[in-house]
């Protein structure tokens, strides 16, 4: 038999395709569609193993539907602004431009060559100002809605990327693409008023069914509703100051209150700033970040002032006030109240200003309770709280705290939330530039949409560290009504350019606006978005804010929510390699051999086998997509990606799942041959004809299993029905029969092995534009089924028997089976469950 030529066959069909492109739907609005989309990718240089699986996923799924006679929108583009192209412009001594244009072209040719149903007629570039045209035009709309502003406010500064972050680009206190420490610094920004949909984003996730919950959970709590008190503290000072108020979700505490916490950002710090313990405290709070998680690692510090709070349940109870470095002003009022019995940072704190430390919570049962190294969070009720005793916490605890404060007029309940306005300002050259400009008394002036877009100047060579815009005078002045004004230097966060690229693909090429509201209404939302869990926050909550803020006072839009099926898959994961001296070794550095593994170049040297991570370029455990594809081809690559774990999975790499998934593509190009030779013969009498059940079997089990994102059952399904074809491949088959079930086995293939099954159908005489095969219902009907029988939950036995058999009639059936009945006979029937079809639990 000839061997499969994979390297023929699938330039052969890629060519096609991309010459015909007769996989894609066309589109007709009276159709059903089906809009998929993948993770927007960054071109960053070469497709990674991330990338393959993610959008071998996607493309399953769009191939599938359109044999189902959908309409598919399945489109490709690239999120190519962004901080790393100016760091590799600035390493390379070339234009940001250039390099990203350069990878874009690499990296399309190589997702080319995974043979994906992109409809390339659709792709956008973000840094192309025929897309961020249109994103200033909408920035200019939120302006005019009251939904964009600018302030002075504290910042999370990068001190590596030189640009400010989001709250969400902060991860454990560092830079999410730096990993530099986060500092504090004070800039006048902009923001989006993303907390405006608050309570839209949270109550909205109830709506999202066909998300994971992980996802929503997440979300759910990075907006963080939570319902408490605003506490008014009288304060006793020589200052002129009366009273510090406090939102707290845990009032019910407040008689084990020992300090009150301040941010150095508070008005009353005011009063301090000539202080110069004080202006050394505030500088080195500048050192942390301002966003919970770098301030939960970070050491907590307090600067002591004289001022006394006094406890609105207790007046004789009189608490410090400090300002600590845990306190953030944009949270609540910018002041907590410590209860360092329940709260481990105000224990932390508490221990190290010798504070006093006394437990109003205790466990129902615990009689004596005490505190010593870690505050008790759990449920119980209250002691020490004089006229609150013995409440249940929480869920009496609470209210009744609060009822007493507002009835003393001492606080009012409140709901706060977590989410903060999403600072949208970054300084740095590569992003869409801000289409506003100043005048000479610094108010901020719109641009004209005439002159849109605001376009960034050509650059050839970063000079300076920072943002190469606020050196280019001749760019920055522009005249606007007459008036002599100042552009924005600060571009955009590239997280706006990804929060609405789902709506450009609808309408890629419309010049006017940045969407058609025809194609929108057709097309959105999208059905199917695949992509990391890493972006659960950041791309997913973003883009279902802008839904929301476009949609806001537009009689011509109402759509809120951009993604109505998410999918979060796993990573692709390799073993970690070291060498003698702890530095990190490739792969492909590495050669085996006793069943050890040495370096290549000197193989005296042992290397070091670590736990298998998910991929990434600092570790050097990656795979070359194209070197794999060039070795094996995209079937087999696309078929390994798929075979190992269930998709929402990680999927662990390893060279013999590779090879293998090569070898089986191997052996059904040799049954295909064989197959060819039954047709071919013309059998006119047949022997066993079970290929009708065996087809209609697997088209079945590969629909149920795509619809379930049971993509790795997919693969289990290939390998038998390459078991069963086998087992009957001599058997004298009419070619007719052979013909039509062969046909629509090939075409259920298609959506995960699209060159080998559109090669074997040519081979087969098969042309035609193909439609997902209707299967034989009946023929897969069982007149029997193999029933359970269970006594006390555990098996006795199996009886087969006719379908919809009543349970008097399988009771009947048990009582005379020899091997059942003996568990049964001495005792009584309690009672029993039935199941129809399945099983019967007799309970003794």
């Known amino acids: 038999m000839d061997r499969y030529n994979f390297k023929i066959v699938e330039k052969k069909w890629q060519d096609k395709w991309e010459k015909n492109k007769t996989f894609l739907s066309k589109i007709d609005h009276t159709k059903k569609k089906f809009y998929c989309l993948e993770m927007f990718p960054y071109p960053s240089g070469k497709i990674h193993m991330g990338h393959v699986r993610n959008y071998t996923i996607g493309d399953v799924l ?3 539907k359109s044999l189902k006679n959908y309409n598919v929108l399945h489109p490709m583009g690239w999120d190519s602004f962004g901080m790393p192209a100016e760091n590799a412009a600035r390493q390379n001594n070339l234009d940001p431009k250039t390099w990203t244009e350069k990878n874009i072209s690499v990296m399309k040719k190589q997702l080319k060559k995974l043979g994906l149903s992109i409809d390339w007629s659709k792709e956008i570039s973000t840094c192309s100002k025929e897309y961020y045209r249109h994103q200033q035009q909408f920035f200019l709309e939120l302006f005019d809605k009251g939904l964009v502003y600018r302030k002075e406010n504290y910042v999370n500064w990068d001190p590596i990327d030189q640009t400010v972050l989001a709250n969400e680009q902060v991860v454990d206190g560092r830079g999410w693409r730096s990993g530099a420490v986060v500092e504090r610094k004070k800039l006048n920004q902009w923001f989006f008023k993303i907390t405006k949909f608050s309570n839209e984003l949270l109550n909205g996730l109830g709506n999202l069914k066909e998300w994971p919950n992980k996802v929503k959970v997440m979300q759910s709590n990075w907006i963080g ?10 304060i006793e000072s020589q200052k002129k100051i009366k009273e510090i108020k406090c939102y707290t979700t845990r009032p019910d505490t407040l008689f084990g209150m020992s300090f009150l916490a301040l941010s150095v950002d508070h008005p009353i710090a005011k009063f301090y700033e000539q202080d110069p313990e004080f202006i050394k405290f505030k500088e ?18 307090g600067y002591k002032t004289e001022l006394l709070a006094i406890n609105p349940l207790d007046e004789n109870m009189k608490v410090p006030v400090y300002f600590a470095n845990f306190v953030l002003m944009d949270y609540g009022l910018g002041a907590v109240f410590g209860c360092p019995a329940h709260d481990q940072r105000d224990l932390d704190f508490a221990k190290k200003y010798k504070l006093s430390v006394t437990p109003v919570v205790k466990p129902d049962k615990d009689e004596i309770f005490e505190i010593k190294d870690k505050a008790y969070t759990g449920e119980g009720k209250l002691f020490n709280s004089k006229f609150l005793n013995n409440l249940k916490v929480p869920e009496q605890s609470i209210n009744e705290t609060i009822n007493y404060l507002e009835k003393n007029k001492l606080g009012k309940k409140k709901t706060n939330f977590r989410l903060k306005d999403w600072g949208i300002s970054r300084q740095r050259y590569w992003g869409c530039p801000i289409p506003i400009a100043y005048d000479e008394k ?8 005439d002159k849109l877009p605001v376009e960034l100047p050509e650059i050839k060579k970063f000079n300076s560290n920072g943002n190469p815009l606020e050196e280019m005078e001749d760019w920055k002045n522009i005249e606007i009504y007459g008036k002599k004004c100042k552009r924005e230097t600060d571009t955009l966060d590239t997280f706006v350019d990804s929060s609405w690229y789902f709506l450009r693909f609808c309408s890629s090429k419309n010049s006017t606006y940045g969407f058609n509201d025809s194609e929108i209404k057709y097309w959105m939302p999208v059905d199917q978005y695949i992509g990391g869990v890493e972006h659960a926050i950041l791309h997913l909550l973003y883009s279902r804010f802008f839904m929301h803020a476009l949609s806001y006072k537009n009689n011509k839009l109402n759509l809120h929510e951009p993604f109505k099926g998410l999918f979060t898959q796993g990573m692709v994961c390799h073993e970690t390699y070291k060498d003698e001296d702890g530095n990190w070794v490739s792969p492909d550095e ?12 000197d193989q005296s040297k042992k290397i070091k086998v670590g736990p298998s991570e998910s991929m990434s370029k600092s570790k050097k455990n990656t795979i070359d997509p194209e070197e794999i594809i060039k070795n094996y081809g995209a079937d087999s690559v696309r078929l390994f990606i798929l075979s190992d774990s269930p998709p929402e999975k990680d999927v ?3 060279d013999e799942g590779m090879t293998s998934s090569f070898k089986f593509i191997q052996k059904l190009w040799t049954l295909n041959n064989k197959i060819l030779e039954q047709i071919n013969a013309n059998h006119n009498e047949v022997s066993t004809n079970d290929l009708e059940k065996i087809a209609s079997n697997f088209i079945k089990n590969v629909e149920n299993n795509i619809e379930n994102f049971s993509y790795n059952k997919i693969v289990a399904n290939l390998h038998e029905i390459y078991s069963a074809l086998n087992r009957i491949v001599n058997n004298k088959i009419k070619s007719e029969d052979w013909i039509k079930n062969y046909k629509n086995i ?12 559109n090669e074997c159908l040519e081979l087969l005489g098969e ?14 009907f069982e007149k029997n089924v193999n029933f359970v029988v269970q006594v006390n939950g555990k098996t006795r036995g199996v009886l087969n028997i006719n379908r919809d058999t009543s349970e008097d009639e399988i009771l009947k059936n048990i009582r005379e089976n020899d091997k059942i009945s003996k568990h049964i006979k001495t005792k009584s029937v309690k009672k029993t469950i039935f199941i129809p079809n399945k099983l019967i639990n007799v309970i003794l």
Not at 291 to 298: K, L, N, Y
Not at 590 to 601: A, P, Q, R, T, Y
Not at 747 to 757: A, G, N, Q, R, V
Request: aromatic share 10%; proline share 6%; charged share 25%.
């Open 225 to 234: 509703k939570s319902y408490g008190c605003e506490v008014n503290f009288k």
């Open 284 to 301: 080195e709070c500048s050192r942390t970040g301002t966003t919970e998680e770098s301030i939960a690692i970070a050491e907590k510090l």
């Open 746 to 757: 090939l075409i259920t293939m298609s959506p995960i092995i699209p060159h080998f099954s």
């Open 590 to 601: 590495i050669i085996s051999k006793d069943g050890m593994k040495f370096l290549k170049k």
């Open 62 to 64: 769009a191939r599938y």
């Open 652 to 654: 662990q790499w390893s």
């Open 442 to 449: 610094n108010n901020p002036i719109k641009i004209p949409l």
């Open 767 to 780: 042309k035609n534009q193909f439609k997902w095969p209707s299967i034989n219902k009946n023929i897969l």
